[in-house]
């Protein structure tokens, strides 16, 4: 009887073992599987899909769906800004600008009387230095820039007056607020407010906005004038060499860093996405533009 039981049992065994192998080798799939169903196909994986796709456009919030927008979230996107601007890498830069202004000190005096003699650029040029780079003329091209991308409906000029505006809001700020600390006398005597040179500051924060939407091609164009104005202004023996250099750097950082805000949020550059489109899965190379 025992043994009858022992036979019975590596019978049942032996069963159940077939009924799991079996199926390995079937060429004829299950009934339900993906593959017997009509009208599909096998998953197939996808290993990188590559498209180009038409940049989306920015949301309402925030900022970029129109005037009403930009100026309601205008004092956010400056607190925003600032902070990215002076974070603790720019705040390195910074200083160490100051200290390259230091040493400068000392060559101030001499640079200003080869300008006053030999005035290289001419009074023509020298007129024409200041006034590209005033704030009027500045904040002026930057609020022309916003309204003819909200005529044209292109939300990458929109981003550029925004950029532009931002930054020479920031920028303008703070070097109020240093002229003021600081107490510089300007190099002809008029009033105190020589450090940094405002015109050096917006005309470098608007080419730097620039080269964040657009590249260094278009922006080269503006690096140059904002270098031809500071050398101006130090012609015209309002602001020493040293305060237009410090001007400059910070304009760059500032212009610079609330470009690359803008930037992230209206998805220029390419993006690398997961991919599922029915049977289809993988990841996606996403070009915005």
Same mark, same amino acid.
């Given at each position: 009887?025992?043994?009858?039981?022992?036979?019975?049992?590596?019978?049942?065994?032996?069963?159940?073992? %077939?009924?799991?192998? %079996?199926?390995?080798?079937?060429?004829? &799939?299950?009934?339900?599987?993906?593959?017997?169903?009509?009208?599909?196909?096998?998953?197939?994986?996808?290993?990188?899909?590559?498209?180009?796709?038409?940049?989306?456009?920015?949301?309402?919030?925030?900022?970029?769906?129109?005037?009403?927008?930009?100026?309601?979230?205008?004092?956010?996107?400056?607190?925003?800004?600032?902070?990215?601007? !002076?974070?603790?890498?720019?705040? /390195?830069? %910074?200083?160490?600008?100051?200290?390259?202004?230091?040493?400068?000190?000392?060559?101030?005096?001499?640079?200003?009387?080869? !300008?006053?003699?030999?005035?290289?650029?001419?009074?023509?040029?020298?007129?024409?230095?200041?006034?590209? @780079?005033?704030?009027?003329?500045?904040?002026?091209?930057? @609020?022309?820039?916003?309204?003819?991308?909200?005529?044209?409906?292109? &939300?990458?000029?929109?981003?550029?007056?925004?950029?532009? #505006?931002?930054?020479?809001?920031?920028?303008? $700020?703070? $070097?109020?607020?240093?002229? /003021?600390?600081?107490?510089?006398?300007? &190099?002809?005597?008029?009033?105190?407010?020589?450090?940094?040179?405002?015109?050096?500051?917006?005309?470098?924060?608007?080419?730097?906005?620039?080269?964040?939407?657009?590249?260094?091609?278009?922006?080269? &164009?503006?690096? %140059?004038?904002?270098?031809?104005?500071? /050398?101006?202004?130090?012609?015209?023996?309002?602001?020493? #060499?040293?305060? $237009?250099?410090?001007?400059?750097?910070?304009?760059?950082?500032?212009?610079?860093?609330?470009?690359?805000?803008?930037?992230?949020?209206?998805?220029? @550059?390419?993006?690398?996405?997961?991919? /599922?489109?029915?049977?289809?899965?993988?990841?996606? #190379?996403? !070009?915005?533009?």
């Amino acid at each position: 009887m025992g043994s009858w039981l022992d036979k019975k049992g590596r019978a049942v065994r032996l069963l159940s073992l %077939l009924l799991c192998v %079996l199926p390995i080798f079937s060429t004829k &799939p299950a009934p339900g599987a993906e593959g017997d169903l009509p009208g599909r196909e096998p998953l197939r994986p996808i290993a990188v899909r590559a498209e180009k796709e038409p940049a989306a456009s920015p949301k309402p919030n925030p900022g970029g769906g129109g005037l009403s927008d930009f100026i309601e979230f205008f004092p956010r996107h400056l607190l925003k800004g600032a902070r990215e601007s !002076f974070s603790l890498k720019n705040l /390195v830069i %910074l200083a160490l600008a100051g200290a390259e202004t230091g040493a400068l000190l000392t060559a101030d005096d001499d640079i200003r009387e080869y !300008f006053r003699e030999e005035r290289p650029i001419g009074r023509t040029a020298e007129d024409a230095g200041t006034t590209l @780079g005033s704030p009027e003329v500045l904040f002026g091209l930057a @609020g022309a820039t916003f309204l003819l991308g909200e005529i044209t409906k292109s &939300p990458r000029i929109r981003a550029q007056g925004e950029t532009a #505006l931002e930054s020479l809001a920031i920028v303008g $700020t703070v $070097t109020a607020l240093l002229k /003021v600390t600081t107490q510089r006398e300007r &190099p002809d005597g008029s009033n105190s407010l020589s450090f940094p040179s405002l015109h050096a500051a917006g005309s470098f924060a608007a080419a730097a906005s620039l080269y964040e939407t657009y590249g260094l091609r278009v922006s080269i &164009p503006a690096f %140059l004038t904002a270098t031809f104005t500071s /050398v101006a202004r130090v012609q015209e023996d309002k602001h020493f #060499l040293s305060d $237009t250099i410090f001007g400059g750097v910070l304009g760059t950082i500032v212009g610079l860093a609330v470009g690359k805000l803008h930037k992230a949020k209206n998805g220029w @550059g390419v993006l690398v996405v997961p991919h /599922v489109k029915g049977d289809e899965y993988g990841m996606r #190379l996403s !070009f915005r533009f």
